[in-house]
Each structure stands twice: as C-alpha cells, then as structure tokens.
C-alpha cells in the first residue's frame, strides 16, 4: 500500500528496504534524485483549435477545465531528468469535404 500512495502522489517515491545493507543504497538514490530536478511546476494546456477536447488522460495528475476557452490544464508538478510524462488527448474533428491542412490543439507549458 505504500508503494501505491507514492506512485499517486505527484513526486512521491517508496523503497522496500529488505536489510541495512540496502538502506544506504535506497537513501543514496533518492538523494540522487533530489540533485537531478530539471523542471519544477510544470503545467501544461491544451487548447482547442477547430476542434473540441473530448478527454485528456494523464495518470492520476490533477487536471483542470476552462470553459472559456475550451482549454484543459494538467499540474505535473516536479520532473527530473530523462523523467518522461505521457498525455493522451482526445479530440473531435469537424466534419471536411475536402482534403486540408489546419491546426487543431495548442499546447502550452509553464514551469
């Protein structure tokens, strides 16, 4: 269970440490990990553009909508080096008669 907790929360991290012998290893790791912050509160929008967002799917991070302009925020928080995050975005398309090029999501970040 406390493995589950850590890996819902937004920079979490939990070590089965059998013996002593592996507790240093453990602590040296997550030492490791606090040098190596690449990016600290990342948010990032999705905004819709000749289109209109469905669903966007990120895990467990906490998301938020505004309907004003049809965007949708996703609250990273911390990501570390090499650290990726994956971001599903679900869009519906108007209908075209014809082949076209257009845009149809903007996608902004902060941190």
Do not use: H, W
Not at 24 to 32: D, E, K, M, P, R
Not at 38 to 46: G, H, R
Not at 93 to 107: C, E, F, M, Y
């Amino acid at each position: 269970t406390l493995k589950a907790i850590a890996d819902k929360s937004m920079g979490g991290t939990f070590s089965d440490v059998q013996n002593q012998d592996n507790l240093s290893i453990a602590f040296s790791q997550c030492l490791a990990g606090l040098l190596t912050v690449a990016v600290q509160d990342l948010k990032v929008t999705f905004t819709k553009v000749n289109s209109t967002i469905e669903n966007v799917s990120a895990g467990n991070y906490p998301q938020s909508r505004d309907n004003s302009d049809d965007s949708v925020t996703v609250l990273f928080g911390d990501l570390y080096e090499q650290e990726l995050r994956k971001v599903i975005v679900e869009l519906l398309l108007p209908a075209v008669s014809r082949r076209k090029g257009t845009d149809v999501l903007r996608i902004t970040y902060t941190y």
